[in-house]
């Protein structure tokens, strides 16, 4: 099994996005896989950590990057999977 972790929160601004508990509503990755039986075509994702996966970088730390976290932990995974596979 290959597991991804993610720290807590540390600083007075991790806390204060963690207060913020609206949710925001994405396309449910499983919902098609199941081709829709009984399971909802989208679903709740804490806004704060959607917003470090996939996008609203912070303009103050702009990187030359265009990809955002989500693509750059899926191409790290893409490779352990081709480097072990089976897992």
């Known amino acids: 099994r290959i597991s991804v972790g993610f720290r807590g929160s540390v600083t ?10 609206i949710l925001a509503t994405v396309q449910n990755p499983i919902s098609t896989e199941t081709g829709g039986r009984g399971r909802s075509s989208t679903i709740g994702v804490h806004s704060g950590f959607h917003d470090y996966l996939f996008g609203k970088q912070n303009p103050k730390k702009s990187t030359s990057s265009t990809t955002n976290k989500y693509e750059q932990i899926m191409s790290h995974l893409v490779q352990l999977l081709e480097q072990y596979p089976g897992y």
Not at 12 to 21: G, I, M, Q, R, W
Request: charged share 30%.
């Open 12 to 21: 007075v601004k991790d806390f204060a996005t963690d207060a913020n508990a």
